[in-house]
């Protein structure tokens, strides 16, 4: 539940207030006992979570969790295709001598 600001228009008391988020804004002022509040907005404060966490994949699909085993499997398998090529360049340095003297 989250806290609230709260100021008096007629008397300027201000005081903070632990409400639900369902709850109507209070419109009394405990000070002087006129309907002049209003809620201030305010920062709020940071959320905080406690314990481990939620993570997007812990209520996948069973169709997703199928599929997403199979490319485990396939891409272990698989070679990265990456190849040097250092040899192209050596080679190309000679056939451009050629050329000119040619």
Do not use: N, V, W
């Amino acid at each position: 539940m989250p806290t609230y600001e709260y100021a008096c228009e007629k008397c300027g008391h201000q005081f903070d207030e632990f409400q639900s988020i369902t709850a109507k804004p209070l419109r009394k002022c405990p000070e002087c006992g006129k309907l002049a509040l209003r809620r201030l907005i305010g920062t709020g404060a940071g959320i905080i979570f406690k314990g481990s966490g939620f993570y997007e994949t812990d209520y996948r699909s069973e169709s997703y969790k199928k599929a997403a085993q199979k490319d485990k499997g396939g891409s272990s398998t698989k070679s990265s295709g990456k190849k040097e090529k250092k040899t192209e360049s050596k080679s190309a340095a000679p056939a451009a001598e050629k050329k000119r003297s040619a």
